[in-house]
């Protein structure tokens, strides 16, 4: 019964996504393109060139973002972790800025490698910490390496170029606006073998819910075992970003929304992770198309609006903190 919720959201989020947006189209003109016309060929155009890779892309980000937090909170021990309040997501998008404003022409190529390097400079600066300090602090030190790494960003967009500058800052607020099927493909591609490695760490990580002296008699405590997660969140994280931006909240939310319907056990967790993130994700860059057409919002921004009282009501209800 629980898995027949997404059955029958998944249907209905997709079919309102594709009529919303600066233009709404009505359920006759989505039937227009099984018809030869001229408002069929423009109605074509609409939904396949722009809405439709757009969508698929929100929900390959958000599945990736919200499997990189159930991971890193499962493995954390901390429920409140989640790649941008760490810092991964910023070390990902300062070396993307960096380039973007230093090398203009650069190959686009290159630019989901330079996220990746910068995600997983931060990965490693945590992994070493966290073999020093408790979860807690881990967090602690994540939100203020975040913070250093946002006002490096933000030193990067003083001295550049202004022309380059507005680009840039679209991009970080975390936007879909310029997706299309290539992103989709790159995405695809990548998340192709990132997600079952995934799932296969989330199962590996069940015993990490019990106590220290368990987990280290069931196996859980391997070292490769964490680094291995945390190079796969810093993956997810920097791919995230390289496409969209700096997107917050869906690392953070969707293995909380995730566990109001499942059980806590990381292996069940998984996919119903990846399905409420990709709905999150999805559902907030509808709202950033639709709520002020035809001005959009960038889907980071409109997830910051929504995400964090999302998250203070999780907190004060402590329904899925206390299981």
Known sequence: MRWLIYLALLPLALLGCLQSGSVTLSAEQLLLLFQPSEMATTTSQLILQLRLPRMLCAMLIGAALGLAGLLLQSRSGNPMADPGMLGINQGAALTVVLLLISL??????????????????????????????????LLLIGIALSSLLAALTGLLLLVGEQQRITTVLTWLSGSLAAADWNDVWLLSGYLLFLLPAGIWLCFRADPCLLDPLSRRMLGAEQTWLNSLSLLLVAT???????????????????????????????????????????????????????????????VGLVLAIIGAPMFLLLLITRKTLKR
């Not at 630019?111 to 910490?129: D, N, V």
């Open 104 to 137: 203009p022409g650069l190959d686009p190529v290159l630019i989901p490698l330079a996220g990746l390097a910068g995600a997983l400079s931060i990965t490693g600066l945590l992994w070493w910490l966290s073999q020093r300090c408790q979860p807690v602090a």
């Open 236 to 298: 997810l994280s920097a791919l995230a970003v390289t496409v969209a931006g700096a997107i917050g909240f869906i690392g953070l939310l969707a293995p909380h929304l995730a566990r109001l319907l499942h059980s806590p056990l990381p292996s069940r967790l998984a996919l119903p992770s990846m399905l409420s993130g990709a709905l999150l994700c999805l559902l907030a860059d509808t709202l950033g198309r639709a709520l002020f057409a035809p001005l959009q919002l960038p």
